[in-house]
């Protein structure tokens, strides 16, 4: 038995190392990582031969007019505009409303200020765009102007007036936990990957089995292994298979980060990635370990009852429809900035979606080590109960031909083998 | 060695597919397993296989229960397939070392069948650039390369030329004279006829009839007599009521009793220009349909 798995096992790792497209895909993907982590540097050689004729700018800025009640408060506004609208040039409109709106329509204007006082305006812009925020900025400046008249006018110097409205706050952060910032993207980033990852290669162990069964090979099969060698020898060659792949990727893709550590190490996203703790990508190598091999069974023990490949897709969708809600629930609460809500810790406990929600947990909250202990042991289990569970689906599956059988029927048959 | 299945009972779910179903095999022999489609031969090669269990019997080997982890059965299944992908050696090599064999002696025992059949300028090809029929020897070699015990055949003959056909009776009579049980199952009569010392029929689940070919047909009431004569039409009015037509042109008398033989026969030499007479025996096909002709 532990000899037939050994042959079993060295025979579909083969399969998958000599893949021309499983060759090709880690080699496309390794290719594509390396085109963006270089994408810097090469376009720096171009920047250098072209930086002689990079045209001036400056004199292309959009306009913005403003106009006051009187011409000493016209000019305090362009001053105050003018320092805070840095992307704008702004001028004081000579003419009058009518004048206003007219350069706007032709464009030579792109927006203007009419202001009645120094506390009412009224904004015209061509076309008010999504992002427009130009009014929120000129309350800002309008409110802050007025502060200073007023504090003025209350006996103040205007430096006395403008000291005490920006008075300045000294603030530190001490983070006895764990910086959510800081971890959001590696987080996501690698249960992004734990999730696409284990459902790719669980679909691979069900495409695999289905292989074998529509090609007769399994009739053969079945009588020269025992299934539960055939089962967690593909499911253990699948695993490794996928080790491999991505080693391969995600070790290029640090080695490309550190050949390129100059250009990369402003990007906080980046290298936030790639500054992830080593304890946790322990946690990240058990996790999705242990999430592939549940997945992966089932994912056999399913392609072991469909009759013909087309069958696949549709019989393992309550399977990827748990992976998915267990996905989305840990995204959600990541992005609410709370992973240990309720549903989060019952998440991290329930075997397909532990793998996720216990990681996010780790990376992006505290967890005490029992819990950890509690939840991996729980996964460890399951692991190894559905793995004798789906070596017996097997071990009825491949014997069923022509129509899909009922999950009755199977769950029968399995009890009774 | 003697093969035996007892008082075996197997259901699929309300369907009952082998009814106490009892067949004995002994090495050195060839046996012979019919019946319709559908009627269960498949499930009995699959317990007998270990594949799954009998809900009720046993499976004996020399009287005791066997061991499936020390007995090598070779089986050549009904629905051929293996990786049409892959390399014939490297497959080949592969199924030899599930059933225990060392790589080493994988890879010479397969070189052997190989050549045996002659193979061996397909040793590395991929399988799905063979005809079929190269495809079936490819499959024969994963029945018998690792030098099994018991060798299963399921419609051995089935898809081969005339040539292959004899390549492959010769390998099973090598087989057989090497002391192995071999067991048969097929549609084609005239195979089973020529290979098999005993068989058993097999319909609706039940087993109809077993037992040595020779002595079913002895035992068949020898009471007809088949003649051929260029008289035959004067012949069947002088015996009306009790003549048979046979094959090609041939008629067969019908006697009352086995003893009327002798004086029959002799009458009828005497009398007509007979060119051939002789006491009928039944062909394995007519007895084949006789048992499992009326019901699934």
């Given at each position: 038995?532990?000899?037939?798995?050994?042959k079993?096992l060295k025979?579909?790792?083969k399969?998958?190392?000599?893949n021309?497209?499983?060759i090709?895909?880690?080699?496309?993907?390794v290719?594509?990582?390396?085109?963006v982590m270089?994408?810097p540097?090469?376009k720096?050689?171009?920047?250098?031969e072209?930086?002689?004729?990079?045209?001036?700018?400056s004199g292309?800025?959009p306009?913005m007019l403003v106009?006051?009640?009187?011409?000493?408060?016209?000019?305090?506004?362009?001053?105050?505009f003018?320092?805070?609208?840095?992307?704008?040039?702004?001028k004081?409109?000579?003419?009058?409303?009518?004048?206003?709106?007219?350069q706007i329509?032709s464009?030579?204007?792109?927006?203007?200020?009419v202001?009645?006082?120094?506390?009412?305006?009224?904004?015209?812009?061509?076309?008010?765009?999504m992002?427009?925020?130009?009014?929120?900025?000129?309350?800002?400046?309008?409110?802050?102007?007025?502060?200073?008249?007023?504090?003025v006018?209350g006996?103040?110097?205007?430096?006395?007036?403008?000291?005490?409205?920006?008075?300045?706050?000294?603030?530190?952060?001490?983070?006895?936990?764990i910086?959510?910032?800081?971890?959001?993207?590696?987080?996501?980033?690698?249960i992004?990957a734990?999730?696409?990852?284990?459902?790719?290669?669980?679909q691979?162990?069900?495409t695999?089995?289905a292989?074998?069964?529509?090609?007769?090979?399994?009739?053969?099969?079945?009588?020269?292994?025992?299934p539960?060698?055939?089962?967690?020898?593909?499911v253990?060659?699948?695993?490794?298979?996928?080790?491999?792949?991505?080693?391969a990727?995600?070790?290029?893709?640090?080695?490309?980060?550190?050949?390129?550590?100059?250009?990369?190490?402003?990007?906080?996203?980046?290298?936030s990635?790639f500054?992830?703790?080593a304890?946790?990508?322990?946690?990240?190598?058990?996790f999705?370990?242990l999430?592939?091999?549940?997945?992966?069974?089932?994912?056999?023990?399913i392609?072991?009852?469909?009759?013909?490949l087309e069958d696949?897709n549709?019989s393992?969708?309550p399977?990827t429809?748990?992976?998915v809600?267990g996905?989305m629930?840990v995204?959600?609460?990541?992005?609410?900035?709370?992973?240990?809500?309720?549903l989060?810790?019952?998440c991290?406990?329930?075997?397909?979606?532990?793998?996720?929600?216990?990681?996010?947990r780790?990376?992006?909250?505290?967890v005490?080590?029992?819990?950890?202990g509690?939840?991996?042991?729980?996964?460890?289990?399951?692991?190894i109960?559905?793995?004798?569970?789906s070596?017996?689906i097997y071990?009825?599956g491949?014997?069923?031909y022509g129509?899909k059988?009922k999950i009755?029927?199977?769950i029968?048959a399995?009890?009774?083998? | 060695?003697?093969?035996?299945l007892r008082?075996?009972d197997?259901?699929?779910?309300?369907?009952?597919?082998?009814k106490?179903?009892?067949?004995?095999?002994?090495?050195?022999?060839a046996?012979?397993?019919?019946?319709?489609?559908?009627a269960?031969?498949t499930?009995?090669?699959?317990?007998?296989?270990?594949v799954?269990?009998?809900?009720?019997?046993e499976?004996?080997?020399?009287?005791?229960?066997i061991?499936?982890?020390?007995?090598?059965?070779?089986?050549?299944?009904?629905?051929?397939g293996?990786?049409?992908?892959?390399?014939?050696?490297d497959?080949l090599?592969?199924?030899?070392e599930?059933?225990?064999?060392?790589?080493?002696?994988?890879?010479s025992a397969?070189?052997y069948?190989?050549?045996r059949?002659g193979m061996?300028?397909?040793r590395?090809?991929?399988?799905?650039?063979l005809?079929?029929?190269?495809?079936?020897?490819i499959?024969?070699?994963?029945?018998?390369?690792?030098?099994?015990?018991?060798?299963?055949?399921?419609?051995?003959?089935s898809?081969?030329?005339?040539?292959?056909?004899?390549l492959?009776k010769?390998v099973?009579k090598?087989?057989i004279?090497?002391?192995k049980?071999?067991?048969?199952?097929s549609?084609?009569?005239?195979?089973?006829e020529?290979?098999?010392?005993?068989?058993?029929i097999i319909?609706?689940?039940?087993?109809?009839?077993?037992?040595?070919?020779?002595e079913?047909k002895?035992n068949?009431?020898?009471?007809?007599?088949?003649?051929?004569?260029l008289q035959?039409?004067?012949i069947?009015?002088?015996?009306?009521?009790?003549?048979?037509?046979?094959?090609?042109?041939?008629?067969?008398?019908?006697?009352?009793?086995p003893?009327?033989?002798?004086?029959?026969?002799?009458?009828?030499?005497?009398?007509?220009?007979?060119?051939?007479?002789?006491?009928?025996?039944?062909?394995l096909n007519?007895?084949f349909?006789?048992?499992?002709?009326?019901?699934?």
């Amino acid at each position: 038995m532990v000899k037939q798995f050994g042959k079993i096992l060295k025979f579909e790792f083969k399969n998958y190392i000599t893949n021309k497209v499983f060759i090709g895909v880690t080699l496309f993907f390794v290719a594509v990582i390396a085109g963006v982590m270089f994408f810097p540097s090469i376009k720096d050689i171009f920047k250098k031969e072209d930086s002689n004729n990079i045209p001036d700018v400056s004199g292309d800025l959009p306009v913005m007019l403003v106009i006051s009640d009187t011409k000493e408060n016209s000019e305090a506004v362009r001053e105050a505009f003018a320092a805070t609208f840095t992307n704008y040039e702004v001028k004081v409109a000579d003419t009058d409303i009518e004048g206003v709106k007219a350069q706007i329509a032709s464009g030579e204007a792109e927006c203007a200020f009419v202001l009645d006082s120094l506390t009412s305006y009224t904004y015209y812009v061509n076309n008010l765009s999504m992002y427009d925020n130009n009014t929120a900025i000129a309350d800002e400046v309008l409110r802050s102007i007025y502060r200073v008249n007023a504090l003025v006018q209350g006996g103040f110097t205007p430096e006395e007036a403008s000291a005490i409205l920006t008075a300045p706050i000294e603030g530190r952060i001490e983070n006895l936990g764990i910086d959510q910032m800081q971890n959001f993207f590696y987080t996501y980033t690698m249960i992004f990957a734990l999730y696409m990852v284990i459902l790719l290669y669980g679909q691979m162990v069900a495409t695999n089995v289905a292989t074998e069964k529509s090609s007769r090979a399994m009739e053969l099969l079945i009588t020269s292994a025992k299934p539960t060698a055939m089962m967690f020898g593909k499911v253990i060659a699948t695993c490794l298979a996928g080790l491999i792949q991505i080693v391969a990727i995600f070790g290029s893709a640090l080695l490309f980060f550190n050949l390129n550590g100059d250009y990369w190490g402003g990007n906080a996203i980046v290298s936030s990635i790639f500054g992830m703790p080593a304890g946790l990508f322990v946690y990240m190598l058990i996790f999705f370990i242990l999430g592939y091999f549940i997945c992966s069974f089932m994912f056999g023990a399913i392609g072991s009852t469909a009759s013909k490949l087309e069958d696949i897709n549709t019989s393992v969708m309550p399977i990827t429809m748990i992976f998915v809600a267990g996905f989305m629930v840990v995204v959600f609460s990541m992005s609410s900035g709370n992973v240990d809500t309720v549903l989060m810790k019952v998440c991290s406990y329930i075997p397909f979606t532990s793998p996720m929600a216990m990681f996010t947990r780790i990376a992006m909250s505290t967890v005490s080590i029992y819990e950890i202990g509690a939840s991996i042991a729980i996964l460890v289990v399951s692991v190894i109960g559905v793995g004798i569970l789906s070596a017996k689906i097997y071990r009825v599956g491949v014997l069923l031909y022509g129509n899909k059988p009922k999950i009755g029927s199977v769950i029968k048959a399995v009890l009774k083998a | 060695m003697k093969l035996e299945l007892r008082n075996i009972d197997k259901s699929f779910g309300e369907k009952k597919v082998l009814k106490n179903v009892t067949l004995s095999a002994e090495g050195g022999k060839a046996f012979g397993l019919l019946g319709r489609n559908g009627a269960g031969k498949t499930t009995t090669i699959r317990i007998l296989m270990n594949v799954f269990p009998a809900d009720k019997g046993e499976v004996l080997l020399d009287e005791k229960p066997i061991n499936y982890d020390k007995v090598l059965f070779g089986y050549l299944p009904e629905e051929r397939g293996l990786y049409p992908k892959k390399k014939i050696i490297d497959q080949l090599v592969y199924f030899a070392e599930l059933k225990g064999m060392s790589h080493s002696k994988a890879v010479s025992a397969v070189d052997y069948w190989l050549d045996r059949l002659g193979m061996t300028e397909y040793r590395n090809k991929r399988l799905d650039t063979l005809s079929k029929g190269n495809q079936q020897k490819i499959q024969l070699i994963t029945a018998v390369a690792h030098d099994p015990q018991i060798v299963i055949l399921d419609e051995p003959f089935s898809g081969l030329d005339p040539v292959n056909a004899m390549l492959l009776k010769d390998v099973v009579k090598e087989i057989i004279s090497k002391g192995k049980i071999v067991f048969f199952s097929s549609h084609q009569m005239n195979y089973i006829e020529e290979f098999c010392d005993s068989i058993a029929i097999i319909n609706g689940g039940q087993v109809v009839l077993s037992g040595d070919l020779r002595e079913i047909k002895r035992n068949y009431p020898r009471n007809r007599l088949v003649v051929r004569s260029l008289q035959n039409e004067k012949i069947a009015s002088e015996y009306e009521g009790s003549v048979e037509r046979g094959e090609n042109g041939d008629i067969i008398i019908v006697l009352n009793t086995p003893e009327e033989k002798k004086s029959v026969m002799s009458k009828l030499t005497e009398t007509y220009d007979i060119d051939e007479i002789k006491v009928y025996e039944p062909s394995l096909n007519d007895i084949f349909v006789e048992y499992a002709g009326d019901q699934i």
